[in-house]
């Protein structure tokens, strides 16, 4: 890679990286932000290996709090940026929980040493209960939440006696240097990791080509014969940003969506109840020859789903993988509350890699402008390019919500032309970027067919 081989060189660096990280807080005197950098344990990587570690207890802003702001990447011992088409960012997911003061981490983790502290919803126990979660569209996504909103955090009035707020963090990463197909081993494709049982020993069902069951920790994608490359050390910096809790503060509720998401109500005649069942991956069926000669290749997925407690919209982002050309939410007439496009790179440097996903567009609705009543139903549209098989895929759409907003305002025809424009934007822009990535990989096969190997190939969605 670069001229850093040299063991005084990243000692230097580490040590400048240790002392900057955690006295980096700069108070702005204006809003009085204030923000730390951190650094994830490190994880070592060699071509084709997969990280899927969780880490208790991470480095996090302390005390009672309003998070601003959370930003993540992968980068390498010398602090470098690394490029997606290295190591891939497959997500990353912090989730909160309150852990017992007295776990010092000697032992193995109890299950009275961690009680979750799950989102608002809407997915069942144990899944999606997180507070952030992206993937590789982590460095160019937004993620800030405008003031006086935040996501409230360290009240003791909540915590129980004996616990405080601690926050886990769990990092998928795949390093594709080498590998004989980039985007197979982004996917999780099973017989690029020669994977036939899952984590745990269980055999996997025959029609499970691809996904997380078949990348686990420890796994191995298929790498190019012959190619050389060495282990390396990596880490992710996360970027937080908070500001102290005040009275005037409107706290955010967290709630995931999933388009995978089976959910039943009952009605056992006392009860009604709901239960979910979010499966988190899907798959992208390739379209038919008829199809991709009309140009009309688009997997569109769509599930309805049920707010019990709605609220005013603050923020929305969708999370889609490679092949994902755009997610929104809609009310059951029709009407966008929020639309989320992915911009894909068209270059080689970390944050702009050409066939990767490297942001999302985001929501900011004027507060108060859309409100999502108790009990409604939305319906939640994930879509993917079907031109070939995607295994492994994702449809998640996060929103923030209050239940009142600061200054409240009725705003009625407004926010529904606005979304509609960005619709139609979203989609040139998208169409855009498509034609530039399409480009790039032309130009850049053109180039590649003179020269040798194993520098950047770029992704082919
Ligand atoms: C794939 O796995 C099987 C059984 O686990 C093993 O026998 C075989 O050698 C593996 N193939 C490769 C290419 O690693
Ligand atoms: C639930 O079941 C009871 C008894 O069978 C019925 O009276 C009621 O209307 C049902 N509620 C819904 C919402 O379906
Ligand atoms: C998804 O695709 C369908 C069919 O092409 C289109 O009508 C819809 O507007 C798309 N939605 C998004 C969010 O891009
Ligand atoms: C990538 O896209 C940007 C913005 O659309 C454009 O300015 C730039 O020239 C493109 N780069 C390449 C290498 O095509």
Not at 84 to 103: K, P
Not at 119 to 138: D, H, M, P, R, W
Not at 242 to 263: A, C, E, G, L, R
Not at 384 to 407: K, N, P
Request: proline share 5%.
């Amino acid at each position: 890679m670069r001229n850093c081989s040299q063991p005084w060189l990243i000692l230097l660096v580490n040590l400048l990286m240790a002392l900057s990280i955690q006295y980096s807080q700069a108070y702005s005197s204006q809003s009085k932000i204030k923000s730390a950098v951190f650094l994830s344990p490190k994880f070592v990587l060699g071509p084709g290996s997969v990280e899927n570690k969780f880490y208790y207890n991470i480095d996090f802003p302390r005390g009672h709090v309003v998070l601003k702001s959370f930003n993540a990447e992968v980068i390498d011992e010398t602090g470098n940026p690394v490029p997606l088409h290295e190591t891939y960012l497959h997500h990353w997911v912090v989730a909160r929980y309150y852990g017992r003061v007295d776990y010092t981490g000697n032992r193995d983790l109890r299950e009275s040493d961690y009680k979750p502290v799950r989102n608002a919803g809407i997915c069942q126990k144990g899944v999606l209960g997180q507070y952030f979660g992206l993937g590789s569209e982590t460095r160019g996504t937004e993620t800030y939440i405008p003031d006086p909103y935040g996501i409230e955090i360290g009240n003791p009035a909540e915590i129980p006696e004996g616990y405080e707020d601690r926050w886990m963090l769990n990092v998928h990463a795949i390093d594709t240097r080498g590998v004989e197909d980039k985007l197979g081993c982004t996917e999780c494709r099973c017989d690029l990791y020669n994977v036939t049982v899952d984590e745990y020993g269980r055999t996997l069902r025959p029609d499970y080509t691809g996904g997380l069951l078949c990348c686990y920790d420890h796994t191995q994608c298929r790498v190019r014969h012959g190619f050389e490359g060495g282990r390396r050390s990596l880490y992710l910096r996360y970027t937080v940003k908070w500001v102290d809790w005040d009275s005037s503060i409107v706290p955010v509720k967290i709630y995931i969506f999933d388009v995978t998401d089976n959910w039943k109500r009952f009605n056992d005649s006392t009860v009604l109840s709901t239960e979910h069942d979010c499966k988190v991956e899907y798959e992208v069926e390739p379209c038919s020859a008829t199809n991709l000669a009309n140009d009309e290749c688009i997997q569109t997925k769509r599930i309805s789903v049920t707010m019990t407690n709605g609220g005013y919209l603050i923020y929305g982002v969708a999370h889609q993988h490679s092949g994902g050309i755009g997610s929104a939410l809609y009310r059951e007439d029709g009407k966008a509350i929020c639309a989320s496009i992915p911009a894909y790179g068209n270059g080689t440097e970390a944050g702009n890699e050409a066939g990767y996903i490297v942001g999302m567009s985001t929501c900011y609705p004027p507060p108060g402008s859309v409100q999502i009543a108790d009990g409604e139903t939305l319906i939640l549209e994930s879509n993917y390019s079907s031109t070939r098989v995607h295994t492994g895929v994702m449809g998640l759409f996060y929103i923030l919500v209050v239940d009142q907003v600061a200054e409240p305002k009725r705003i009625l025809h407004l926010p529904v032309e606005m979304y509609s424009n960005m619709n139609r934007t979203g989609y040139v822009w998208t169409a855009v970027v498509l034609v530039g990535v399409l480009s790039v990989a032309v130009a850049v096969w053109y180039r590649r067919r003179n020269k040798h190997e194993d520098e950047y190939r770029p992704l082919i969605i």
